[in-house]
Each structure stands twice: as C-alpha cells, then as structure tokens.
C-alpha cells in the first residue's frame, strides 16, 4: 500500500507505504490517516502516471521532492507508465455533466472536500479578507458576506493564476472521483470548471470554511491563553474572545457549518 500526497502546483508533498500487513491492518492505518476525510482507493497504473507526472513538476519547480517517493515508485517498476499529456490523458477519461444546485450541494457535502479550506498566511487575497473583518469588527454574518463577494469578483475570479491552479486541483480532484467509480461526482466536479457562475459559488463555499475554521482557532488560542500567541502578536487581530464566539455562531447557524 503507498500513500501519497500532492499538490498541483509544486508536484509531490510526501510519500509513506507499507509492506507485508494483512487487510486489517490496512484499514486501521485508512482509519487513522483518513478519520476526517475519505480515503479514495486508485489502481497502480494511475498512482504510477501521477507519480511520473508530479515528480517532473517537483524538478521544474525546484521543490524539493521526497526520499520516500523514490523508494516506493522502485515497487511500480513493472507497472507501465503512459506516454503521453497527463492532462489530455486525463480529460480524455472524463465526462462532463449539466450542473445543478443539487449536485453542487451534494459535491461540497461530501467529506472528499472536508480539507478545502485556505489558511492565514497562504493566499494574499484571502489574508485581506480576514484583515478587513477584524479591523472593521464584522461581526454581522451579511456584512461577512458581502466582503467575500466583493473580494472574490474583485480579486478571486479575475486572477487566472488562480483560477488555472484551481481548475488543475479540481481536474485531478474529478480523475480521482473518477477511478473511485464516482462518476456523477466526478463529472460535476470536472464540470464546474467550464461554468462560472457555479465556480464563483464554489469558490465563495471555499472561502466561509476558510473563515470558519480561522476564527476556530483563533478562539482555541484565546481560551488557551498562550504567552507567545502567532494571534496576539498580530496588530491586525483586534477582536476579542465575544466577538469571535459570535461570529463562529453567526456562521455555523447561517453557514450550516460544524465541527466534527
């Protein structure tokens, strides 16, 4: 069994396997690695061609590729390889479908995109959101939302290095779906990257989870009271532990968001 992680714009994160454990064994290393999300079985060819695809991107890149993806690609050496694009490859297999809010309710409900979600410090674009929202103390889920909506038309959906890494993730993200045999899910997913106003949707349904799970922890380390708070130490968070509750309950009342 090889696990492994990637990410569409610098190629491979990490790579870890096991060898010689039973089926049972199997499933407690899946429960333990995949409790918050949903672990998605691929067959070896795949792995292989992702493999192959992700490492040339990690030399281009200069991203410094991990020991462990050497030793366990050593183990597909009798898999074949495809020779040619791994996106015409890919988008040869995929299907496209007529999207609808059903589906797309059905797509963002499914844990596969339980882990979805920006982080302070990883996007410029989503660190002004949250900048604006503690310097104007916004704690009125409406005016929450409007700043999202004037941010993403304004600084989301305009940027086409953005929207090119996201339509990357979400064509792998579709492939996957797809060798699972999730193939509605895997159409609406591949889909979503032609039509934009379900995309810009998708993207605003990003960004509240973003939120969502910012002012969490940002409330973990107030009720924790660490003496040397990343928070604390920030002259652009300015709200205080009332404020913070309120607005985590505003956004899981209105957002139907909740922790696990």
Request: glycine letters at 2%; charged letters at 25%; proline letters at 1%.
């Amino acid at each position: 069994m090889i696990l492994t992680t990637i990410n569409v714009n610098t190629g491979i994160n990490s790579t870890i396997g096991f060898v010689d454990i039973d089926e049972l064994e199997v499933l407690k290393i899946l429960s333990r690695l995949f409790n918050s999300t949903q672990c998605i079985k691929i067959n070896a060819i795949a792995l292989k061609s992702l493999f192959e695809h992700f490492m040339e991107l990690n030399f281009k890149t200069n991203t410094m590729l991990p020991y462990e993806t050497f030793v366990w690609k050593k183990y597909l050496d009798d898999v074949r390889v495809i020779n040619f694009s791994m996106h015409k490859f890919i988008n040869a297999k995929l299907d496209v479908t007529e999207i609808t809010p059903k589906k797309i309710v059905n797509m963002l409900s499914s844990k596969i995109f339980d882990s979805w979600f920006y982080t302070q410090g990883q996007m410029k674009e989503f660190d002004e959101i949250l900048e604006e929202i503690e310097n104007k103390k916004l704690t009125k889920i409406d005016d929450i939302e409007n700043l999202i909506k004037e941010v993403v038309c304004k600084s989301f959906i305009t940027n086409e290095k953005y929207l090119k890494n996201l339509c990357d993730s979400l064509l792998l993200q579709s492939y996957i779906l797809h060798l699972s045999n999730r193939k509605i899910m895997s159409a609406t997913v591949n889909s979503l990257r032609f039509n934009k106003t379900y995309l810009v949707l998708f993207i605003v349904s990003i960004i509240k989870k973003s939120i969502w799970q910012y002012f969490i922890q940002r409330n973990i380390d107030l009720i924790e009271n660490k003496s040397e708070n990343i928070f604390k130490n920030n002259k652009n968070n300015v709200l205080e532990e009332k404020e913070i509750e309120k607005i985590i309950e505003s956004i899981e009342k209105e957002w139907k968001l909740e922790t696990e």
